[in-house]
């Protein structure tokens, strides 16, 4: 699980709180996190009820070929545009995707 001590800005750290969920939302696009919410009990004990956790993907990704469309879940879908810096034409997760044999 992600450190749940990650919450504020430190002007001392080297990444900026935005900068760490940005990488963590990689990893989850990168099926390499998967996100779950906690339930307060068992591997969830020393975490309150419905806070989001974040835990390593072991085995095959689960879900449908339309939930691994990397569009429904980008955190930059809001800035991506055919003519932009972010594009389907330049992103990485999206040739990825169309390159998965269904």
Known sequence: MIHHGILKDDPRAVY???KIRDI?????????????????????MALRASTMC????????QGGTMEGI?????PRIDVCSPEGVISP????????????DF
Not at 31 to 38: G, I
Not at 54 to 61: D, E, L, N
Not at 70 to 74: D, S, Y
């Open 16 to 18: 900026t709180i935005d």
């Open 70 to 74: 990397p569009c429904g879940v980008c």
């Open 54 to 61: 974040y835990r390593q993907v072991i085995g095959a990704p």
């Open 24 to 44: 963590i939302k990689t990893m989850v696009l990168d099926k390499v996190l998967e996100e779950v919410k906690s339930t307060g009990t068992g591997e969830f």
């Open 89 to 100: 034409s330049t992103c990485v997760y999206y040739k990825k995707w169309l390159q998965m």
